[in-house]
């Protein structure tokens, strides 16, 4: 009985960690997409981005991390709708663009 709510603990911390560390990134990637819109003079539609893919890759220094995709909506003009991206490394932003436009690169 005690080796069952022992692997319950165990798979319910992992499961905190992994759900802790997807709403850290997403802050993060928001942080990004409101500081790039902010510095192009342009309007965040909707507020916030969104999750889009996750694949392993592997750093400059060659150590493993999680890269992710987050994807958000703008406008120039209050009318149009383009989509911008934010790729993050681990907890780090490799890249913003917006539209063909790319607007940072390797921030820390």
């Known amino acids: 009985m005690n080796d069952g709510l022992l692997i319950i603990a165990l798979v319910g911390g992992v499961v905190g960690l992994i ?3 997807n709403v850290e990134a997403r802050a993060v990637a928001n942080d990004a997409a409101h500081g790039a819109c902010g510095e192009a003079g342009l309007q965040l539609l909707d507020g916030t981005v969104a999750f889009k893919t996750w ?18 909506d703008y406008s120039d003009d ?28 390797r921030l820390h």
């Open 55 to 72: 694949r392993p890759s592997r750093g400059a220094d060659g150590r493993l991390a999680l890269l992710r995709t987050y994807v958000f």
């Open 78 to 105: 209050g009318a149009s709708r383009r989509q911008g991206f934010v790729i993050l490394r681990g907890r780090d932003v490799e890249i913003v663009g917006l539209g063909p436009t790319l607007v940072r690169d």
């Open 19 to 21: 759900w802790r560390a």
